[in-house]
């Protein structure tokens, strides 16, 4: 299952509300998640099942979609929350991942 | 709470065999499936396999020839192998769980890099 997400990249300023899509290549239900990644660190879980916040992630973070189209948003963007934002689908295996969204300061 | 932690060669040979070990710590590796995933610059991330606690195993069909996935729970650890590896395969590998309740990456290691050169 292909995986591809729109913009590949944005740049946003503290407080705007921001939205990333991801689309699946085929029907995928619900099960998608979403990571945000920063330099040098590793994907951290947001957004499991297409719209359940991970615990201990802020609520500013939501998910919705289902079938092939998705969206992340984050309604009012703060400083840390400048990174590179990964879709994945765990509907199959091989669980496959979306090529980033990378969200830099305007 | 649950840590991972990756330890392994940083640099391979071409043609040999890469091996990587996740421990785990603060939790039991019971009950969850294990997972390797890599990164790198020319492929994005890529889900290379995962394991079970009892031994099961699931592996990407790109790589399935060449990956072997084990665990050693009296250790809590599970461990990559990776043969005839060659430039391609220089990336930062990552061990991560999934909780089988969410089906997502919800704790990773932080990352070992591992690159492919003579």
């Known amino acids: 299952i292909q995986m591809t997400q729109s913009p590949s990249s944005l740049s946003a300023s503290v407080g705007d509300r921001v939205t990333i899509t991801c689309r699946a290549s085929q029907s995928i239900s619900t099960y998608l998640n979403w990571y945000q990644q920063k330099p040098g660190k590793a994907p951290n879980l947001l957004i499991y099942?297409?719209?359940s916040l991970q615990s201990g992630v802020p609520s500013r973070f939501s998910g919705s979609g289902s079938g092939t189209d998705f969206t992340l948003t984050i309604s009012s963007l703060q400083p840390e929350d400048f990174a590179t934002y990964y879709c994945q689908q765990s509907y199959s295996t091989p669980f496959t991942f979306g090529p980033g969204t990378r969200v830099d300061i305007k | 709470q649950v840590q991972l932690q990756e330890s392994g060669p940083g640099l391979v040979k071409p043609s040999e065999t890469l091996s990587l070990t996740c421990t785990v710590s603060g939790g039991s590796i019971s009950s969850y499936y294990w997972n390797w995933i890599r990164q790198s610059p020319g492929k994005g991330l890529e889900w290379i396999g995962y394991?079970?606690?009892?031994?099961?195993?699931n592996y990407n069909p790109s790589l399935k020839s060449r990956v072997t996935l084990s665990v050693d729970t009296s250790k809590n650890q599970f461990s990559l192998k990776l043969s005839s590896v060659t430039t391609a395969d220089t990336a930062i590998y990552y061990c991560?769980?999934?909780?089988?309740?969410?089906?997502?990456?919800?704790?990773w290691g932080q990352g070992t890099m591992v690159t492919v050169s003579s």
């Open positions: 394991i079970s606690y009892s031994g099961s195993t």
């Open positions: 099942a297409a719209s």
């Open positions: 991560a769980r999934d909780p089988l309740s969410s089906n997502a990456f919800d704790i």
